[in-house]
């Protein structure tokens, strides 16, 4: 079973940056994608971005394309999230997920890392 876990979260003002990290656990599937999510209080979670198993491509919600990025590092299980340009809006729990390959569902879950950006 894979086990997700978050960190980097924090208190931020806006136009700053943050880094998140997802580190993973257990027993990896290769080929995995791998993707971000947030939820802001009283909305919906909303899609940040994901990344393939290669780490050559990448996908980003308009919301955050060209101020987020998201990089691989296979060897060491790890998924990161540049956050640059925050704003107040991108205030919400952060959260990584795991899906067998590319179009399949996120089936596993990290806790999440919260991430307030102020003005």
């Known amino acids: 079973q894979v086990r997700l876990v978050e960190s980097g979260g924090g208190l931020v003002q806006a136009g700053g940056s943050l880094r998140l990290s997802c580190l993973a656990s257990?027993?990896?599937?290769?080929?995995?994608?791998m993707g971000w999510f947030r939820r802001a209080p009283g909305k919906a979670r909303e899609f940040v971005g994901g990344?393939?198993?290669?780490?050559?491509?990448?996908w980003y919600a308009d919301a955050v394309e060209g101020r987020f990025i998201i990089a691989r590092d296979n060897a060491n299980n790890k998924v990161t999230l540049q956050m640059n340009s925050l704003k107040p809006e991108d205030t919400a729990t952060y959260l990584c997920?795991?899906?067998?390959?590319?179009?399949?569902?996120?089936?596993?879950w990290g806790q999440g890392t919260q991430v307030t950006v102020f003005s």
């Open positions: 990344v393939d198993w290669s780490g050559d491509s990448t």
């Open positions: 257990g027993r990896t599937v290769e080929g995995a994608v």
């Open positions: 997920a795991s899906a067998p390959g590319i179009g399949q569902n996120y089936d596993v």
